[in-house]
C-alpha cells in the first residue's frame, strides 16, 4: 500500500534554532500534502496545506514566516520550524494525497515527528 | 469554516460491548468523513471511512453510519476487545478531492477486560 516516510521520528532542539522535518510520499505522487500539529491529549490541527511548485496556504493563526513549508516536488514536502521556542514542542504529522486513492485510502499520514524544544 | 464536534471525550466499555461514538459536523458541503484511531506518540490509523452518497458503511466489527439531514455521523464497534482501546477521532472533509480534513477532539476508548 501507499506509504508516507515522515523524518526524523523526533528531534529534541535548543531554543533559537531550526529544525526541519520532511514528508516523503515513497509510492505515489503527492501534488497536495498537509501539515498537521498535535499537543498532548488533543486533535489534530491543520497547520497548512502545501501544493507542489505552489506556495503553501496556511490556516489563521499560524505563522507563515515561521512554519516554512517547501513542496517542491511530488514526492516530497518540508516543514521547517524557524527560531523554535519551548512552546512549539509537539507531535507534528504529515499527510499526502493519493490522487489514485479514490476509492480507498486517498490520505496517508506519515508516522509524526515528536519535537522537543529546550 | 468547518466545524467537527466529538462526543464522549472518554468512553469505557466492559469487553464484548459494544461502543457507541457521535460526531455532528457544520458544513453541509463536506462529503467525506473518515474515522482514525491513533495509538500514543503513533500516526492515526484510517479504519472506516464513508461517503455523503451512502448512509452506512460496514467491515467487520467496525460500521458507521451518516445522517445528511441532520449532520451527523457514528462510529459503532461491536464485540469490543482490549486492542480495540486507543484514541478515535472522527473527520469531516468539505471537498472530496482535496481532503483538507477538520478533526473532531477525540474520544480515548477504554475496553475492560
Known amino acids: 500500500g501507499a506509504v508516507v516516510s515522515q523524518h526524523p521520528s523526533w528531534v529534541i532542539c535548543k531554543s533559537g534554532t531550526s529544525v526541519k522535518i520532511e514528508c516523503r510520499s515513497l509510492d505515489f505522487q503527492a501534488t497536495t500534502m498537509f501539515w498537521y500539529r498535535q499537543f498532548p491529549k488533543q486533535s489534530l490541527m491543520l497547520m497548512a496545506t502545501?501544493?507542489?511548485?505552489?506556495?503553501?496556504?496556511?490556516e489563521q493563526g499560524v505563522e507563515k514566516d515561521k512554519f516554512l513549508i517547501n513542496h517542491a516536488s511530488l514526492t516530497l514536502s518540508t516543514l521547517t520550524v524557524t527560531s523554535a521556542h519551548p512552546e512549539d514542542s509537539s507531535f507534528y504529522i504529515c499527510?499526502?494525497?493519493?490522487?489514485?486513492?479514490?476509492?480507498?485510502?486517498?490520505?496517508?499520514f506519515g508516522n509524526g515527528t515528536r519535537l522537543t524544544v529546550t | 469554516g468547518e466545524n467537527v464536534e466529538q462526543h464522549p471525550s472518554t468512553l469505557s466499555v466492559q469487553e464484548g460491548d459494544s461502543a457507541v461514538i457521535k460526531c455532528t459536523y457544520s458544513?453541509?458541503?463536506?462529503?467525506?468523513f473518515p474515522w482514525y484511531k491513533q495509538e500514543l506518540g503513533k500516526r492515526p490509523q484510517l479504519i472506516i471511512d464513508i461517503r455523503s452518497n451512502v448512509g452506512e458503511k460496514k467491515d467487520q466489527r467496525i460500521a458507521v453510519t451518516l445522517n445528511k439531514t441532520a449532520k451527523h455521523f457514528s462510529l459503532h464497534i461491536t464485540e469490543t476487545q482490549p486492542e480495540d482501546s486507543a484514541v478515535y477521532f472522527c473527520a469531516a472533509s468539505k471537498w472530496i478531492r482535496s481532503y483538507q480534513l477538520t478533526f473532531g477532539k477525540g474520544t480515548k476508548l477504554s475496553v475492560i477486560p
Open positions: 502545501s501544493n507542489e511548485g505552489s506556495k503553501a496556504t496556511y
Open positions: 458544513d453541509s458541503a463536506s462529503n467525506y
Open positions: 499527510s499526502a494525497r493519493d490522487p489514485l486513492g479514490v476509492d480507498n485510502s486517498p490520505l496517508h
